[in-house]
């Protein structure tokens, strides 16, 4: 993905929910920003290995089937350039006070969006989502050492709830849980 940032101020964005057709591209920007977030901070075999067992056309083709799950796509002037991955109705590890509360599995864009305002786009249409179904907290897990990703989610009215482990290949990473509440 190669985006402009001189013209995303006049860019079209748009959200939508993926279908099968877009399994091959949303393999890719998945790997992709993946890998663009976290290869300078992580070996190379770690990376391989999860990019390995969780990304791939397969492995997006059963995720956007199943119906636990939602994806949704960012769009910048036709080409993906984000997504967000909800899982409906599973709880954390940590206790929190929620009749139904539902996942953000994966949020990633492509480096280009960041600082854009696509993420703000991507984040409100997560909770336009969330709200469809009966979800009161939406949660997620973020590496503690992601500070950008953290002050992101923390502008977004999410907060610190618990921790769990994230494996990352052969590394057991601390993953922070931050939860907020949909009103």
Not at 85 to 102: G, H, N, R, V
Not at 115 to 136: I, N, Y
Not at 148 to 172: C, K, N, P
């Given at each position: 993905?190669?985006?402009?940032?001189?013209?995303?101020?006049?860019?079209?964005?748009?959200?939508?929910?993926?279908?099968?057709?877009?399994?091959?591209?949303?393999?890719?920007?998945?790997?992709?920003?993946?890998?663009?977030?976290?290869?300078?901070?992580?070996?190379?075999?770690?990376?391989?290995?999860?990019?390995?067992?969780?990304?791939?056309?397969?492995?997006?083709?059963?995720?956007?089937?199943?119906?636990?799950?939602?994806?949704?796509?960012?769009?910048?002037?036709?080409?993906?350039?984000?997504?967000?991955?909800?899982?409906?109705?599973?709880?954390?590890?940590?206790?929190?006070?929620?009749?139904?509360?539902?996942?953000?599995?994966?949020?990633?864009?492509?480096?280009?969006?960041?600082?854009?305002?696509?993420?703000?786009?991507?984040?409100?249409?997560?909770?336009?989502?969330?709200?469809?179904?009966?979800?009161?907290?939406?949660?997620?897990?973020?590496?503690?050492?992601?500070?950008?990703?953290?002050?992101?989610?923390?502008?977004?009215?999410?907060?610190?709830?618990?921790e769990h482990t994230f494996?990352?290949?052969?590394?057991?990473?601390?993953?922070?849980?931050?939860?907020?509440?949909?009103?």
């Amino acid at each position: 993905m190669n985006f402009d940032r001189s013209k995303t101020s006049k860019a079209i964005t748009r959200v939508r929910v993926a279908t099968i057709d877009d399994a091959d591209d949303l393999a890719k920007v998945a790997e992709k920003t993946f890998r663009d977030a976290y290869t300078s901070v992580n070996s190379a075999a770690d990376m391989n290995a999860h990019c390995t067992q969780y990304f791939g056309r397969a492995q997006q083709s059963l995720e956007i089937l199943d119906q636990t799950q939602t994806i949704l796509l960012l769009e910048r002037d036709g080409r993906l350039g984000g997504f967000a991955q909800l899982c409906w109705d599973k709880a954390p590890s940590c206790d929190i006070q929620a009749k139904w509360p539902s996942e953000i599995l994966r949020f990633y864009l492509d480096q280009p969006l960041h600082g854009t305002g696509a993420a703000q786009a991507l984040m409100q249409s997560v909770f336009e989502e969330a709200k469809k179904t009966d979800t009161d907290v939406l949660w997620l897990g973020v590496w503690e050492k992601n500070f950008r990703a953290l002050a992101f989610y923390r502008q977004q009215s999410f907060l610190e709830v618990g921790e769990h482990t994230f494996q990352l290949g052969a590394d057991r990473q601390r993953d922070l849980i931050l939860a907020t509440a949909l009103t």
